[in-house]
């Protein structure tokens, strides 16, 4: 038993104050009551003071960063501004940039001699998404710079930090949903469109711990419509084995309902149920429901304690798209839960993804955590 609890949500803490969670919520809270005076005041700030989002602590650069999660008001001049000082350590800030914006980062790119200003570079033109970022990825992959050998990725891996990729021939394929939407401490009711954790009546052959369908997604229901699936997504996994599975826990989903578990190589040596069973009820008895409105791509990108279906995912390590075991394209990402959202007394840590194959109904789940 520790000594102090979070004053507004109950959480048991070894500090006085509010726990990390009830924290950022304040905060993105204070963030999303931004007048439109206020808005405007802190695009013309960051504009005017670009260079400083080189600081990731700066004022300039949590501003934004809340302009992107909260109101999707990153501004063409805000990115000519930083086109034209060399700014390019945030690359969301070219997220859909317009075409000379991208006709630029392209020009520095084809001129870039090392490496490191390289890869910046890749990441901003994936950002910017346009013809010019297409063109010039797969220049640079038909006919690699002397700085790619230095380089752990090709142009297309980097073209995924946008949320899109190619193949040799130029074909462009998403990766991401522009629509976001949240899921919010509630009361889950029996016809739920998002729930998370039902147990299941099998039992993993590796810990011998209960099964679970550990995301359903009813893509029947108007807010969830943009994921393009007309009928039900369900994704199982093992809750105490799914972070071992470097490659992926796939479920072939049945748009009915329901859906069966693929093989796994999952390979574990006297690995025992860490969760135990008071772990599983409080996973499984987890109060997130989906939120009523939409909200910008960015919104669960970078801050902590949110959990969002659509938009981007904020990757505790590097993007990670999965290949479907079908087809063998790369998978689409559909949603991510923060472990630590599903608890209130027994902790989790890292992040669940939920990725898609909406042609071959195939989901797939990987963990990731510091």
């Not at 002397?146 to 394929?173: H, M, N, Q």
């Not at 007309?230 to 989903?253: K, Q, S, W």
């Not at 904020?314 to 923060?338: F, H, T, V």
Request: charged residues 25%; proline residues 5%; negative net charge.
């Amino acid at each position: 038993m520790l000594e102090h609890k979070c004053p507004s949500c109950g959480r048991q803490l070894g500090y006085e104050g509010l726990c990390w969670l009830c924290r950022a919520e304040k905060d993105r809270r204070e963030a999303q009551a931004w007048t439109a005076e206020q808005i405007a005041e802190k695009q013309r700030k960051i504009t005017q003071n670009i260079t400083a989002l080189d600081d990731w602590k700066s004022e300039e650069t949590k501003d934004l960063w809340s302009l992107l999660s909260y109101h999707g008001a990153v501004t063409p001049e805000m990115q000519r501004a930083a086109l034209a000082a060399g700014v390019f350590d945030v690359e969301q800030l070219y997220w859909r940039a317009p075409a000379d914006v991208g006709a630029g980062l392209a020009r520095v790119l084809m001129e870039a001699d090392s490496h490191d200003e390289a890869g910046c570079l890749m990441c901003c033109l994936a950002m910017q998404g346009g013809d010019e970022a297409l063109s010039a990825l797969l220049e640079l992959e038909r006919n690699p710079r002397a700085w790619r050998k230095k380089l752990y990725a090709d142009p297309s891996i980097y073209a995924e930090c946008g949320g899109w990729t190619f193949d040799k021939e130029g074909r462009r394929r998403e990766l991401v949903f522009d629509r976001c939407i949240p899921l919010v401490k509630g009361t889950p009711g029996e016809n739920e469109p998002a729930r998370l954790m039902r147990p299941r009546e099998d039992f993993c052959p590796h810990c011998g711990c209960r099964m679970v369908d550990a995301v359903i997604l009813d893509g029947r229901d108007e807010r969830l419509r943009f994921l393009g699936v007309d009928g039900v997504i369900t994704a199982a996994c093992c809750p105490n084995c799914v972070g071992f599975e470097d490659g992926g826990a796939f479920t072939r989903f049945d748009p009915c309902g329901g859906g069966e578990p693929l093989p796994n190589d999952l390979t574990l040596d006297d690995w025992g149920n860490c969760l135990g069973d008071e772990g599983l009820a409080e996973l499984v008895n987890n109060r997130l429901v989906l939120a009523e409105c939409h909200v910008p791509p960015f919104y669960g990108a970078y801050y902590e304690g949110v959990s969002t279906i659509g938009g981007f995912a904020n990757w505790i390590q590097d993007w990670q798209y999965l290949e479907c075991p079908e087809c063998g394209r790369p998978m689409k990402y559909a949603a991510q839960i923060e472990w630590d959202m599903l608890f209130d007394e027994y902790g989790g840590e890292g992040t669940l993804y939920l990725e898609i194959c909406p042609d071959c109904h195939i989901a797939g789940l990987l963990h990731q955590q510091t």
